[in-house]
């Protein structure tokens, strides 16, 4: 079976609680590995759920607000430390590769290892590809440039099952916006923010943030096998709530919760003749 997997390494929006990290998750795709956002906090909880961070080869950063991407100086110069040899790709919009410029020629540091920034700049940009799988970017309608990701085995991919290429849409921050529906159209696993629950919809349009019902209506229209919510308000201590409401526009809803692991897996797979 190949892998095709992500584990939620944080769930919070804006600013960590004293029960949720920062918005982070490290998905696997049979050997690989890519880091998507790096909150603070994130290297730590790397070590916690026991994850293989030395192999990360590939960060993809949604946008530059501090709750997403605060976590990678400190991974960094970990891998520095540790002696790191691999290169280290990290795509992000403008903006980042100056700052960790900085942060490193300020610490007169010469890392161990290669890093290779790649500019993302607009949505449907394809970012990676490999011998089974492809990446490419979503836009999103945030305050700053701000973007998501979809990562597609390619068609003929062997993973058991044998139903059809797999596919997981990752949404960033935004407010509800149908910009970046025809790439998710049919796929396996959305996760979408839901930073408020549905009675602040005026405050998450303000903020360009979604709620809940906004998450799972995308879902439906989408046609999505399943639907993953996170970044959730701190607002919010509880978050069971959410789930109810997603669930009543959208059944296959689950929530992002830290230490867990979700598979992608076919959610609409072909008849076959026997
Ligand atoms: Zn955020
Ligand atoms: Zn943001």
């Not at 609680?17 to 790397?46: P, W, Y």
């Not at 961070?53 to 605060?70: P, R, V």
């Not at 990678?72 to 980042?96: E, K, M, V």
Request: contains cysteine.
């Amino acid at each position: 079976m190949v892998l095709f997997q992500t584990t939620i390494l944080g769930s919070s929006a804006a600013m960590p609680t004293s029960e949720r990290h920062t918005s982070s998750q490290l998905v696997r795709h049979h050997n690989k590995l890519f880091l998507i956002d790096c909150a603070e906090g994130c290297q730590m909880q790397l070590r916690r759920f026991k994850q293989p961070f030395s192999k990360i080869d590939h960060i993809f950063i949604s946008h530059l607000h501090g709750d997403h991407y605060l976590g990678l100086p400190g991974l960094l110069f970990t891998y520095h430390l540790l002696g790191r040899q691999n290169d280290l790709h990290i795509y992000a919009p403008a903006g980042l590769e100056e700052i960790i410029r900085i942060q490193i020629e300020t610490a007169d540091l010469i890392p161990s290892y290669k890093l290779v920034f790649h500019e993302i700049f607009e949505g449907g940009q394809p970012l990676y590809e490999d011998k089974w799988l492809t990446a490419e970017t979503m836009a999103m309608e945030h305050r700053i440039p701000t973007f998501g990701f979809i990562l597609k085995e390619k068609p003929g991919h062997p993973h058991e099952g044998k139903a059809g290429p797999r596919s997981y849409g990752i949404g960033s921050d935004t407010a509800y916006t149908e910009s970046f529906l025809s790439q998710i159209r049919g796929v396996d696993l959305l996760y979408h923010e839901a930073t408020f629950m549905h009675d602040d919809a005026v405050l998450a349009r303000e903020k360009y943030h979604s709620t809940t019902v906004e998450a799972a209506l995308l879902a439906k229209k989408a046609l999505a096998g399943r639907l993953l919510l996170g970044h959730y308000s701190a607002r919010y201590k509880e978050t069971d709530a959410y789930l109810d409401e997603a669930r009543q526009f959208f059944t296959d809803t689950l929530l992002a919760l830290e230490g867990e692991t979700i598979a992608v897996r076919d959610h609409a797979p072909k008849k076959t003749k026997a």
